[in-house]
């Protein structure tokens, strides 16, 4: 017998619940969950183990969107303005980073948490040491106004910044 | 002429050139005796359908699997990265089975589970082993996270074949007994085609066909890939192995590409040659023209003329000995002195109008072939029962017809890409030296004879089967008062006289079929062969020959002698008078008084050159080719 959708995003996303309640992820704190379908994650900014020290003593917000076909489909996972300055992160809070699109050059898959994309990002942040935005960040911003980064064809680089 | 490239063979799903083998080879035998193309020529392609497709692409993985034991998803994914190439992937494998391992992602086999219940990373529930499944790396889900996984990749396109284990550190490949497990059946049928097309894509050898309804593919045996191909698929859809467009052959892809350009920066000069209607060059009365011969009769004053050239077509005909010599492109003659200026227009003319000159039997053959094909499904749809009927032959035995009718959209298709050849190899050499430009008019010379004869028997051939068929399309005369009664249950059969009719029919466009292929076959091979080559082999004085049709017949008649002299010094009859001993063979033995009384009786008698059938009784030479009667070469 199979489920519906609906239902394995449901308890799937209530088990992910569950878990980062129990062990919530270092310098993470979940300040949002009341309708379950969407999370606000506070992301403390990471000491980086080099110099400058970009995101240390900041927070920011991440905000998590989960739809009907969670986990076969990835959330949409967003910086709330202000966002960190990254170059791989644009003002209006959109991140390249390919764990959180699927399609064939994206890297998301149904076996990974929220837990576990909220800790990428923290690490995206404390190895970086470069005080700018992406490219076209501004034209981009303009372009994408009010929708959603999942219909942006992103381009990801190998290394992983 | 944007429409170019439409494919209009795939009209009615006509299995024209579907001669009952896949195969498209010729071993001469009866049942392939339908394909335009000369029998002999070797074997080149092969046209796969779907089902051939899958056979082909799980026979490679099965082998793979053997080879290497390894799984078929594996094996999949292998030939895949290495773009099916058996051979590179077993070298590659035997030099380094790590490094390839590592490129495809294959994984060591992990030990199974000890556990009977295991927690699914997908939805994070509990099941037992058993309603679970895993690849090779032993990451257990449960089957309806499985399907979701697999149906969600399935349906993001093609990269589903390269489908690993859901764990993202994990590159495992999903085997294929996890994926047919679990799909849906649309969701395996797509995921077969990704296969499949995967199969044809990523091979040079093999390409789809270009025909809109089409799913065969083709398979090229052709040594040489990156050149002009003819392949005639299943479907009925004629077109170029490299260049996609229409067959071409002779043509090069590179100048059909260059001619279709051409074409679409002058069309608007080309409109006006568009009309479909041009009046009568005797009484003026406008003509249309809606058959696909060449030869046009007036209905108002019967005058006969040449749709392309306007001339007379007695001008045209064997008669006169001129043969068909329409396709020539004759510059217009300086006349007198002119000024600079004038002679720069002169020029621009000059090269519009002889791109017109050819530009417009291209577009007529080209229209002409379209039509022959409507009319080719006409008859095999609707006037082939009615011809059976009429004339008491089985409809089996009416093949002979869509014979005829093929041959000609063959030709007019080869006819065609020899003008927009024509176009580019006889253009007026700039600064080429005296030899030069003169080794080049006889090229043209020869190529525009070889193409008119050619162009003499396919309109011939055409205007038989367009025109001649239609007498058959009514009802037979009943036989006059009295007779009826006698004759008893024949009455209702077609008399004696039209039956004589009919045979000659046949025979006729049986002969006609077969000289038309023959000087087509030639055209083609001079051309391929290069016409330096096609003319040193004939080994004919054509410096000396002037541009008069007599010294050209005598110039064809010699190198036929040559090409004669030469096969039966190599031991073999020439192909020419191969195939037509294959043609009348019912005609051989003794020329004798039963023979004569066949004749007589038939009411013609048949060359045994060219095998037409002769109305004339005492004349002694054959209309259409000129030889005398009753030689035998
Ligand atoms: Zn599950
Ligand atoms: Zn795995
Ligand atoms: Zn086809
Ligand atoms: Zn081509
Ligand atoms: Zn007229
Ligand atoms: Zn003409
Ligand atoms: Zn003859």
């Known amino acids: 017998m199979s489920r519906s959708p609906t239902a394995v995003a449901q308890r799937r996303i209530q088990s992910e619940l569950r878990d980062w309640l129990q062990h919530p992820p270092d310098g993470c704190k979940l300040v949002q969950y009341e309708d379950l379908r969407t999370w606000v994650i506070q992301l403390l900014g990471p000491e980086s183990p080099c110099q400058p020290q970009l995101y240390t003593g900041q927070t920011f917000h991440l905000r998590i969107l989960f739809s009907e076909r969670y986990p076969l489909e990835p959330p949409e996972v967003t910086f709330l303005p202000p966002s960190p300055v990254h170059p791989h992160i644009y003002t209006n809070g959109h991140i390249c980073l390919d764990i959180l699109y699927d399609g064939h050059n994206g890297g998301w898959s149904p076996a990974l948490t929220i837990n576990k994309v909220a800790l990428s990002l923290r690490s995206m942040l404390a190895s970086n040491t470069d005080n700018r935005r992406p490219p076209g960040d501004a034209d981009y911003c303009a372009r994408m106004r009010g929708r959603s980064p999942k219909e942006t064809r992103w381009e990801f680089e190998d290394d992983s910044v | 002429m944007s429409d170019y490239g439409d494919s209009d063979y795939d009209m009615g799903g006509s299995d024209a050139y579907s001669s009952g083998g896949d195969d498209f080879s010729y071993s001469g035998d009866e049942a392939e005796a339908s394909s335009p193309v000369a029998k002999g020529a070797k074997k080149s ?24 034991c390894i799984s078929d998803a594996e094996a999949t994914r292998a030939l895949r990265f290495y773009k099916w190439d058996l051979t590179k992937l077993q070298e590659e494998w035997f030099a380094d089975p790590e490094a390839v391992q590592v490129k495809v992602g294959l994984v060591d086999e992990q030990p199974s589970t000890r556990r009977k219940e295991e927690v699914c990373k997908i939805c994070f529930e509990s099941f037992s082993v058993q309603d679970m499944a895993c690849a090779r790396c032993k990451h257990y889900y449960c089957k309806d996270c499985w399907r979701g996984y697999i149906h969600t990749s399935i349906e993001s396109g093609p990269f589903c074949l390269d489908l690993r284990c859901p764990d993202p550190e994990c590159k495992a490949a999903v085997p294929r007994r996890v994926i047919t497990a679990v799909v849906d059946a649309a969701h395996q049928e797509r995921y077969d085609d990704f296969a499949i097309n995967s199969f044809v894509d990523d091979q040079r050898q093999i390409v789809w066909c270009p025909a809109p309804d089409c799913q065969n593919a083709v398979m090229s045996m052709h040594d040489q890939l990156g050149v002009a191909q003819d392949i005639f698929c299943r479907c009925g859809n004629a077109f170029c192995f490299n260049c996609k467009e229409e067959a071409h052959r002779p043509v090069d892809c590179d100048t059909v590409r260059k001619w279709m350009i051409k074409n679409s920066a002058e069309s608007e000069n080309l409109n006006w040659i568009l ?7 005797k009484c003026t009365r406008p003509i249309e023209k809606n058959q696909g011969c060449m030869h046009m009769t007036c209905s108002q004053c019967r005058h006969e003329f040449c749709w392309l050239c306007e001339g007379s077509w007695a001008e045209h005909g064997e008669r006169t000995g001129g043969f068909y010599n329409c396709n020539r492109y004759k510059r217009a003659v300086d006349k007198g002195e002119v000024d600079e200026q004038e002679q720069r227009r002169q020029h621009a003319r000059q090269s519009l109008e002889r791109y017109m000159h050819y530009w417009q039997r291209w577009a007529e053959n080209d229209t002409s072939r379209k039509r022959a094909l409507r009319q080719m499904e006409a008859f095999k749809s609707e006037t082939q029962e009615l011809i059976s009927e009429y004339t008491a032959t089985p409809v089996s035995q009416l093949r002979f017809i869509t014979d005829a009718w093929m041959q000609v959209v063959h030709c007019r298709r080869i006819l065609k890409w020899t003008y927009a050849t024509a176009f580019y190899a006889f253009a007026d050499p700039v600064n080429a030296t005296k030899e030069a430009k003169a080794r080049l008019a006889q090229h043209q010379e020869f190529f525009e004879f070889n193409q008119g004869q050619a162009e003499h028997y396919l309109e011939k051939l055409h205007g038989q089967v367009e025109k001649q068929l239609n007498t058959f399309v009514r009802p037979p005369p009943s036989p006059p008062e009295g007779e009826a009664a006698a004759a008893g249950s024949e009455a209702a059969g077609p008399s004696g006289r039209d039956q004589q009719g009919w045979a000659k029919f046949r025979e006729q466009l049986i002969g006609l079929t077969d000289v038309t292929r023959i000087h087509f076959e030639k055209l083609v091979n001079e051309f391929e062969k290069g016409l330096d080559e096609a003319l040193k082999e004939y080994d004919v004085p054509m410096a000396q020959a002037s541009t008069s049709a007599a010294a050209a017949t005598a110039a064809a008649a010699a190198a036929e002698e040559a090409a004669a002299a030469k096969a039966k010094a190599a031991g073999k009859a020439p192909a020419d008078s191969r195939r037509i001993t294959r ?20 009411g013609y008698w048949q060359c045994s050159h060219c095998t037409y059938a002769n109305e004339a009784m005492d004349s002694q030479e054959c209309e259409l080719c000129s030889q005398p009667r009753g030689a035998t070469r």
């Open chain 2, 583 to 602: 043609a009348s063979k019912r005609r051989q033995g003794p020329v004798d008084q039963e023979q004569a009384a066949i004749e007589h009786e038939a």
């Open chain 2, 275 to 281: 009309a479909n209607t041009k009046p009568c060059p």
């Open chain 2, 45 to 68: 392609f092969v046209v796969l359908d779907k089902e051939e497709l899958r056979e082909r692409l799980g026979a490679g993985v099965s082998q793979v699997v053997e080879l290497l």
